[in-house]
T-cell receptor, first 112, second 117 residues
């Protein structure tokens, strides 16, 4: 099955700096890659996603890049704010199975 | 997402007891999922269902059981065979996009925190 690895496990940045979280996957058939943000004690919420026919996607301060050849994808957050502090999860899935494989999470701390 | 309701929010299990976690959705989603989340770890799939009256085991199904008698409901039973049930349990649902043949994002409930008495 698919194996998704996520790094770093914790990330601390100063407010206004950029943050980058990286994930690798093992199954070349994976074609959909969502990112979720989970605040303490709350449900994960989708923040951005990318499909395998696209190399990059942006939504305001958030962007995701995908390198299919290297089988890795990254989340980029620019101009970080304290409210960006949360745990971020990447995931990968293959169509027709409707199964999602999640990374182990990155705890982002944005210091004011 | 107000469309997925998990209950109860907190649950305590006694030794040898089975407990059932409720998950209801009004999003008209075909697929539903149960995940277990342990502190500092990612989400691990317990069971999932793509259609009523059908479900498949995930990566950590031992000690758990599910049913999918209605599209909107996917209850999870934590049996006494699950020796380490203390965790945060998340239910999710998603559209099954047969026309576009593309996976769609999952929507999560607020979770149930299960502890041992």
């Amino acid at each position: 099955g698919e194996n998704v690895e996520q790094h770093p496990s914790t990330l601390s940045v100063q407010e206004g700096d950029s943050a980058v979280i990286k994930c690798t996957y093992s199954d070349s058939a994976s074609n959909y890659f969502p990112w979720y943000k989970q605040e303490l004690g709350k449900r994960p919420q989708l923040i951005i996603d990318i499909r395998s026919n696209v190399g990059e996607k942006k939504d305001q301060r958030i962007a995701v890049t995908l390198n299919k050849t290297a089988k890795h994808f990254s989340l980029h957050i620019t101009e970080t704010q304290p409210e960006d502090s949360a745990v971020y999860f990447c995931a990968a899935s293959v169509y027709n199975f409707n199964k999602f494989y999640f990374g182990s999470g990155t705890k982002l701390n944005v210091k004011p | 997402d107000g469309g997925i309701t998990q209950s109860p929010k907190y649950l305590f299990r006694k030794e040898g007891q089975n407990v059932t976690l409720s998950c209801e959705q009004n999003l008209n989603h075909d697929a539903m999922y149960w995940y277990r989340q342990d502190p500092g770890q990612g989400l691990r799939l317990i069971y999932y269902s793509q259609i009523v009256n059908d479900f498949q085991k995930g990566d950590i199904a031992e000690g758990y059981s599910v049913s999918r008698e209605k599209k909107e409901s996917f209850p999870l039973t934590v049996t006494s065979a699950q020796k380490n049930p203390t965790a945060f349990y998340l239910c999710a649902s998603s559209i099954v996009d047969l026309r576009g043949q593309r996976n769609q994002p999952q929507h999560f409930g607020d979770g149930t925190r299960l502890s041992i008495l």
